[in-house]
């Protein structure tokens, strides 16, 4: 089985800052690998899909990298509604794997 | 929009059954497949369930594989899963997601609030 392992698992930041998450695989899953963000007690909303693919109306400050074993999501300019939870996906072919999640909370 | 409603979560004795619910709306439901994602404070999210826009391809979890049994009715928009031989470490909050594609493999870009079970006696 493929394994996801996201960090790091608390972030603090300001307003302003540049963020980046990791979440590296036990073995290459090419590009399939999606970011989401989720605020305490809303759904999961996706920001990032295929890797690096920037979802619909997903503001160009999220941006997502990587392929084979490592992805990053990156958060330039962080703003005060990107404080949340973050987690990766891993999906094909009747494999989904979720990374453990990232709070990023203000500092 | 995408509008995933959950419902049918609740407390309940360990060994027993529950039947969760999830009506979508905002989309055309029967083009999509669906999935359900359940999340607890301990092990974070883990899938559970998903089902092909035709019901023809369907798969489970190891961990409730035998236990649940996902379906849907495109008549009524709606997605359900059945879980019975509750056993404690099924206790999470349940979400229903929707994929992107007909068929099961692809990522998700809706899901929804979310509905408790809570196996506990």
């Known amino acids: 089985d493929i394994q996801i392992t996201q960090s790091p698992s608390t972030l603090s930041a300001s307003v302003g800052d540049r963020v980046t998450i990791t979440c590296r695989a036990s073995q290459s899953i090419s590009s399939w690998l999606a970011w989401y963000q989720q605020r305490p007690g809303k759904a999961p909303r996706v920001l990032i899909y295929k890797a690096s693919n920037l979802e619909n109306g997903v503001p160009s400050r999220f941006i997502g990298s990587g392929s084979g074993t490592e992805f990053t999501l990156t958060i330039s300019g962080l703003q005060p509604d990107d404080f949340a939870t973050y987690f990766c996906?891993?999906?094909?072919?009747?494999?989904?794997?979720f990374g453990q999640g990232t709070k990023l909370d203000i500092k | 929009e995408v509008q995933l409603v959950e419902s049918g979560g609740g407390l309940v004795q360990p060994g027993r059954s529950l039947r969760l619910s999830c009506e979508a709306s905002?989309?055309?439901?029967?083009?999509?497949?669906v999935h359900w994602v359940r999340q607890t404070p301990g092990k974070g999210l883990e899938w559970v369930s998903g089902i092909s826009w035709n019901s023809a391809s369907l798969d489970y979890a190891e961990p409730v594989k035998g236990r649940f049994t996902i379906s849907r009715d495109n008549a009524k928009n709606s997605l359900y899963l059945q879980m019975n031989n509750l056993r404690a470490e099924d206790t999470a909050l349940y979400y229903c997601?929707?994929?992107?594609?007909?068929?099961?493999?692809?990522?998700?870009?809706?899901w929804g609030q979310g509905t408790l079970v809570t196996v506990s006696s």
């Open positions: 997601a929707k994929d992107t594609h007909y068929g099961l493999g692809s990522y998700f870009d809706g």
């Open positions: 996906l891993h999906y094909n072919s009747y494999v989904y794997t």
């Open positions: 905002g989309f055309t439901f029967d083009d999509y497949a």
